[in-house]
């Protein structure tokens, strides 16, 4: 029998952020600093059961992935925090033993409430195995001003179990906005460090050098895009008081429960048993075997949809565009499907609808997540989502979703 694998004071930074916040891109340009010499583990909690960045992983980016040094994995299916210890466990050991990084960086979904992570990562039992830094959490200024985030609990938790916030996409607030965004952010967390997150370089004034004022411009921009992002990258180094505190907590009630708390510790200092491995895998294939395939449920105040389709159902892209940004109170839309303008990633949420093409799949998938509170401010909705909205008011101002219709809606987009 092999020694077991002991994990030892391993980095470890918790990005959280509500849903549609901008966790991903932070994420991204923490990766961007990581040293050549160095391998980082990402762990991803997506909310839904289908995994859509699970499915782009297995693509060529991982490939280029695995010559940076970056391990990730997704867990899929529901919040890693919300029940049981045990698929948080499995997750981390599984990277920890599989890929020794040196540096692990966590995003739990945005649906979740940071606080029941934080007691997790505070049980004594992970002491040694994670050195917890920073929790570092991502807040939409677009967001902020439409009262259904601002009013929201789960929006307003992020904010009280951050350490450093980081604000963006606050380009359209004024002085006073900001000045009272701060306030509100002070009466939630009086201790959080706050960094107003640079809002980077514009095509025109890279490729525009020629004018004096424009060159001007490009390196003060220049200077404070590398100023945002050497002060966010020293944040993976400082330790986190809201993960500290907790621990001193949950370190007074340890002979409470010490027994409990050494059978948890001897999990996690050892690979995963096969036994659960072969669980995943008999559950992906039967999952494979049965497509087409569609779930729906409701989480807190929240629907969730998703969808996996047969490689050869191509569907008409323009079509399905106009179709998914006319559901009902949409919060977030992701996806990787066969069109006809070819395999596609779609990322929506109401301040940015992105697509690109990627490389060809096993299979499309697509997930939707829907608020039930229908209350809709509209002066910070996208234009064009705003627009979508309004021809399809009947539709929009149902919290009700017939999923056999969508079915059926979605089914006569297939060319």
Request: one cysteine or more.
């Amino acid at each position: 029998m092999k020694n077991p694998i002991i994990f030892q004071n391993i980095p470890c930074t918790l990005v959280t952020g509500f849903l549609g916040a901008g966790k991903t891109t932070v994420i991204n340009q923490l990766l961007a600093t990581k040293p050549d010499d160095e391998r980082w583990a990402l762990l991803i909690n997506e909310f839904g059961r289908i995994g859509i960045d699970g499915a782009l992983l297995a693509s060529s980016q991982d490939n280029e992935l695995e010559q940076k040094n970056i391990a990730i994995r997704e867990v899929s299916g529901g919040c890693i925090c919300c029940t049981s210890q045990l698929p948080l466990q499995i997750a981390i050991s599984r990277l920890l033993s599989e890929h020794h990084p040196q540096r692990l960086l966590i995003e739990p979904t945005g649906l979740a409430h940071p606080r029941e992570l934080i007691l997790q990562l505070s049980a004594p039992h992970w002491q040694t195995a994670l050195q917890m830094n920073a929790v570092i959490t991502v807040l939409s200024g677009e967001q902020w001003q439409q009262i259904k985030y601002r009013d929201h609990d789960g929006f307003q938790a992020h904010v009280r179990d951050a350490d450093v916030l980081i604000i963006n996409r606050y380009t359209q607030l004024n002085t006073s906005e900001k000045q009272t965004l701060v306030e509100w952010i002070t009466k939630l967390n009086s201790q959080v460090k706050i960094i107003w997150a640079a809002s980077g370089l514009t095509a025109s004034e890279v490729t525009d050098s020629s004018d004096v004022h424009s060159s001007d411009k490009f390196v003060a921009n220049k200077l404070v895009a590398d100023a945002y992002s050497t002060t966010l990258n020293d944040q993976l180094n400082q330790p986190s008081s809201i993960i500290s505190n907790q621990r001193k907590v949950s370190i007074a009630h340890l002979q409470k429960s010490m027994i409990g708390v050494q059978s948890q510790a001897s999990s996690l200092a050892t690979v995963p048993s096969l036994s659960a491995s072969i669980d995943e895998t008999e559950a992906q294939a039967s999952a494979d075997s049965d497509l087409p395939y569609r779930y729906h449920e409701e989480q807190q105040d929240f629907q969730l949809a998703g969808w996996r389709l047969p490689t050869h159902y191509i569907l008409n892209a323009d079509d399905l565009q106009n179709w998914l940004l006319a559901l009902p109170n949409w919060q977030r839309i992701k996806g990787v499907v066969h069109t006809s303008d070819g395999w596609m990633q779609i990322n929506f949420n109401p301040g940015s609808l992105t697509t690109r093409t990627i490389d060809p799949q096993t299979d499309s998938r697509l997930e939707i997540i829907l608020q039930l509170d229908n209350t809709v401010d509209t002066n910070a909705v996208d234009k064009a989502t705003e627009k979508l909205e309004t021809e399809n008011g009947a539709k929009a101002s149902s919290a009700l979703i017939d999923w056999e219709e969508c079915d059926r809606e979605l089914m006569a987009l297939v060319i």
